[in-house]
Each structure stands twice: as C-alpha cells, then as structure tokens.
C-alpha cells in the first residue's frame, strides 16, 4: 500500500512540475556591454551631447557678456536705448533656452537622436530574448538590471487580457477611441 502512495504523490508531483511556469532573467546593462554597436552609438551620442552642451554654454556666455556691457553702459544710455539693450538681452535669452529646450527637453533632438541610434539595438536584444525562450521554452523573462522589475518576454499563452476585456462585459478587438 505504501508503494502505492508513494507512486501517487511522485506522479502527482511530476505533473505538477511538467506544468509549472519556467521562468529565467537577463541582464541587458550586461548584455548591451558585449555590443560594439551599443557603445558606438553612446560614442556618438556623447560626441553629439557634448558639441550641443558647448554651445548652449556659448549662448549664455553671450548673454552674460551682454548684460555686463549693459550695466557698464547703462547710465550712458537714454530711456528708449536702455529698453533696447534689455529686449535683446531677453529676446537672446529666451531664444537660448528655446535652443536648450529643443536640443535636451524630453522630446528633444538628443532624445530623437538616442532614439534612432538605440532603437535597433534593443530590438535586436529582446528578438534573442525571445528567440532564446523558445528554444528554452521559458514562459517568462525579466530584467534585473532595471530599478522596478520588468518583464521583457512572455509566453503568449499566458495572456488573459481579452479574458479580462470579456469580463468586464466588452468585446476583445473593439478599442475604443
């Protein structure tokens, strides 16, 4: 009788394993470290960030020039001279903040530029991912080199979204907009 129980809890056991998830991570901070590609395009971008720092620095040593020559100037100069000094002070001001905001704001040209040159190096990255989780048959990947855990590959099959859609009483496929 004790073997027979024994065989049931391993047959049970085994069944359990066979359909348990597989789960793996990756490292991409490691992995992009190994792509001459990866750290050509931070050259570049370094190169590109640097030549558009220098010049943001220049516009406003410009600036700074002109309101010390302003304020050395400024008894000399009559009423209407002195509100013509300052609206170019401020007019070149607000055209170099202009230039920094569309050079390093958030949807500026570094950003563009980060964009375009990373892009295809990451998909290429997360096309290995999944390339390797199926012949591994992995379910799902994460990535331990972000801050917050994220998952970079799952298995399709786990996917309970339009499960989840239906619930809710709505047709899966029908996205609102």
């Known amino acids: 009788m004790k073997k027979y129980i024994i065989a049931f809890i391993v047959l049970l056991l085994s069944g359990t394993v066979a359909s348990a998830q ?5 490292d991409t901070e490691y ?3 190994h792509l001459p590609e990866y ?3 931070l050259n570049q971008l370094n190169v590109l960030s640097e030549q558009w720092q220098k010049q943001v620095d220049n516009n406003f040593t410009e600036i700074d020039k002109m309101y010390k020559a302003y304020q050395a100037d400024q008894v000399l100069l009559t009423e209407d001279m002195r509100k013509r000094r ?3 002070i401020i ?3 607000k055209q170099a903040k202009d230039f920094q905001r569309r050079i390093f ?18 998909d290429k990255v997360s096309k290995a991912v999944a390339e390797v989780a199926k012949v591994k048959l992995l379910d799902f990947i994460f990535d331990k080199s972000s801050e917050a855990t994220m998952m970079i590959y799952a298995s399709t099959s786990y ?15 029908s996205i609102v907009k």
């Open 31 to 33: 992995i992009l470290k």
């Open 86 to 88: 300052e609206n170019e």
């Open 39 to 41: 750290k050509s395009s």
């Open 91 to 93: 007019e070149k001001e």
């Open 22 to 26: 597989k789960f793996a991570y990756v």
């Open 159 to 173: 996917d309970i979204s339009n499960d989840v859609i239906t619930r809710l009483g709505y047709k899966p496929g």
């Open 105 to 122: 704001g958030p949807d500026g040209e570094l950003f563009q530029s980060r964009t375009k040159l990373l892009s295809p190096i990451q």
